[in-house]
C-alpha cells in the first residue's frame, strides 16, 4: 500500500474545511486551525484515522466481503464509480433508494429482475414484441439500471458502506445504523464523525482529496484480497503435502504380463 504523508495529504487539498460557523462540535478536535474564516484540518489525526479505516478495509476484503462505494453528489459520482470498478465492488451515485438496507429483500428482486431482462434483450427475446412494448421495456431497464445497477453483483447485505459525504448519505448512514452494517467515511469539519464506524477527517468536497482517499481504499482493497489468495494457496499446499503419496500403503505389485505367461508355461510341462 502506498505510504501516507502529511506532505501528499496537504497536496490533495484533504485538511481544507469548511466556514468557521458551519463546524460540528464534534469536530473540534480534528481543527488544527482557522484562517481566513476557515477551518483546517489537523493532517495528523487525519493520517492516524485514514490508515485505522484503510487496516478494516483490508481486513474485510481479506474475509472475500462486500463494500458498497456511496456518493450521490455530482464532484464524487464519476471518481466513485471509477475506483468501485476498479476495485470489482458494488457502488451507488444516482440515489441512494430508501430501504436499501433496511428492506433488501426487494432491492434483491429489482436486481434480479434488471439481470433477467438484460439477459431476455441480450438473447433476442425481446424481438417478439412490438416496437411499442419494446419502448417500455426498454425505458424500464433503464429505470432499473438507475436505482439498482451498480448494485449488480450484491446478493446479500454488504459488510461495509464507504461513503463521500455524511450529510448527503445521511439516509445510507442511518439505514446502515439499523442493520449493523459497518460505515466508514470522510468527516468534513461540518458533519458528526460519531454518526458513522469509522471516521476520517478531510475535505469531502475537493475533487482531489476524494479521488486521493477513495484509490487508497482500492488498494487496500487489492491488498486484502491478495493476503486472501495467499492464504489460500499456502492451505491448498499444506493439504497437498499431507495427503498420502502414490503408492504408499499399497499392496505389493504384482508380477508382470510376462512373468505370468512363464509361470503357466512351465506348470503345463510338468
Avoid: C
Amino acid at each position: 500500500m502506498s505510504e501516507i504523508t502529511i506532505e501528499a495529504l496537504m497536496e490533495a487539498g484533504v485538511a481544507f474545511g469548511h466556514n468557521k460557523t458551519k463546524k460540528h462540535p464534534k469536530m473540534s478536535d480534528y481543527v488544527e486551525k482557522t484562517q481566513n474564516d476557515l477551518n483546517f484540518i489537523n493532517l495528523e489525526r487525519t493520517k492516524e484515522k485514514l490508515e485505522k479505516a484503510l487496516k478494516v478495509v483490508e481486513e474485510i476484503a481479506e474475509k472475500g466481503g462486500n463494500i458498497v462505494f456511496v456518493a450521490t453528489k455530482p464532484t464524487a459520482q464519476a471518481i466513485v464509480e471509477k475506483y468501485a470498478k476498479e476495485a470489482d465492488m458494488p457502488y451507488i451515485i444516482n440515489k441512494w433508494v430508501a430501504g436499501t438496507l433496511t428492506n433488501f429483500e426487494t432491492i434483491y428482486m429489482l436486481i434480479k429482475k434488471m439481470l433477467t431482462m438484460e439477459a431476455e434483450q441480450l438473447n433476442g427475446e425481446w424481438n417478439k414484441y412490438t416496437k411499442k412494448e419494446m419502448v417500455t421495456l426498454e425505458k424500464e431497464l433503464q429505470r432499473l439500471n438507475k436505482m439498482v445497477g451498480g448494485l449488480r453483483s450484491l446478493d446479500k447485505i454488504p459488510n461495509a458502506l464507504y461513503i463521500v459525504d455524511l450529510i448527503k448519505e445521511k439516509t445510507a448512514v442511518k439505514e446502515a445504523k439499523k442493520r449493523g452494517v459497518t460505515t466508514i467515511g470522510l468527516a468534513d469539519t461540518n458533519t458528526n464523525p460519531e454518526s458513522i464506524t469509522y471516521h476520517i477527517p478531510a475535505n469531502d468536497d475537493g475533487i482531489k482529496s476524494i479521488d486521493f482517499i477513495t484509490k487508497l481504499m482500492v488498494e487496500a482493497i487489492k491488498n486484502g484480497r491478495a493476503i486472501r489468495l495467499a492464504h489460500r494457496a499456502t492451505a491448498e499446499g499444506q493439504a497437498q503435502d499431507s495427503a498420502p503419496r502414490q503408492g504408499s500403503g499399497q499392496a505389493p505389485r504384482q508380477g508382470s504380463g510376462q512373468e505370468k505367461k512363464d509361470e503357466t508355461k512351465t506348470e503345463s510341462t510338468k
